[in-house]
C-alpha cells in the first residue's frame, strides 16, 4: 500500500481544515467559515474526548507525508449496548486518490481501532443524494438503521 494511517496531531490542523471545507463544498455546496472550522479542528485535537482524527499519508515518493485522507470519530453513549458508539464523520480522500482504497483502509482501521477499544458498533451518516458515497459504504457493510437524522437549528 503507498500510504499508511496515522493519528492526527495538531500539526495537521491546516489541511484537516482545508479538507472539511472542501468536503462541505463538494457535498453540500456550502461554504464554511474558516476561523470556525479551524477552531473546531484545533478543538478535537486538542481533546479526544470530543474525538480523534485518522489520516491517510503517503509513504514514499516526493510527496512523502502527504495527508491524502481524512476521517473522524466522535462519540455517542448507548445505554442499550452499555458501550460507546462511534460516529465517523469528516470522510475526505482527496480527489486523485479517490477510487484508489484509501477511505476503505481508514475505516479498516477505525473498526480495528473500534474493536480493540470494544465498541460495540460504528455509524455514519450520509447525504442522501450522495450515491457514489452510499454505494461505497454499502460496498463496506455499513446498512440503514431505519432512523432518520432530524435537527433544529439554534
Same mark, same amino acid.
Given at each position: 500500500? =503507498? +500510504?499508511?494511517i496515522t =493519528?492526527? !496531531? ?5 489541511? &484537516?481544515?482545508?479538507? *472539511?471545507?472542501?468536503? /462541505?463544498?463538494? !457535498? ?6 474558516? /476561523? !470556525? ?9 486538542g481533546d ?5 482524527? +485518522? ?11 502527504? &495527508? ?5 470519530? !466522535? +462519540? ?5 449496548? *452499555? ?7 469528516? #470522510? ?18 477505525? #473498526? ?8 460495540? &458498533? ?7 443524494? *450522495?450515491?457514489? /458515497?452510499?454505494?461505497t459504504y ?17
Amino acid at each position: 500500500m =503507498p +500510504f499508511h494511517i496515522t =493519528p492526527a !496531531t495538531p500539526d495537521d490542523a491546516p489541511i &484537516v481544515v482545508d479538507y *472539511n471545507i472542501a468536503l /462541505a463544498s463538494e !457535498t453540500e455546496s456550502k461554504t464554511l467559515e474558516r /476561523a !470556525t472550522v479551524e477552531k473546531g479542528v484545533r478543538a478535537v485535537l486538542g481533546d479526544s474526548a470530543k474525538g480523534r482524527y +485518522f489520516l491517510a499519508r503517503l509513504s514514499d515518493g516526493d510527496e512523502a507525508g502527504a &495527508v491524502i485522507g481524512q476521517l473522524m470519530v !466522535t +462519540f455517542e453513549w448507548s445505554d442499550w449496548r *452499555n458501550g460507546m458508539m462511534w460516529w465517523v464523520q469528516s #470522510v475526505y480522500v482527496r480527489q486523485d486518490w479517490r477510487r484508489r482504497g484509501v477511505f476503505r483502509a481508514l475505516f479498516q482501521h477505525v #473498526v480495528d481501532v473500534a474493536k480493540s477499544e470494544g465498541v460495540p &458498533v460504528v455509524r455514519l451518516y450520509v447525504e442522501e443524494h *450522495n450515491g457514489p /458515497a452510499r454505494e461505497t459504504y454499502a460496498a463496506l457493510g455499513l446498512e440503514p438503521t431505519g432512523y432518520l437524522v432530524l435537527e433544529r437549528p439554534l
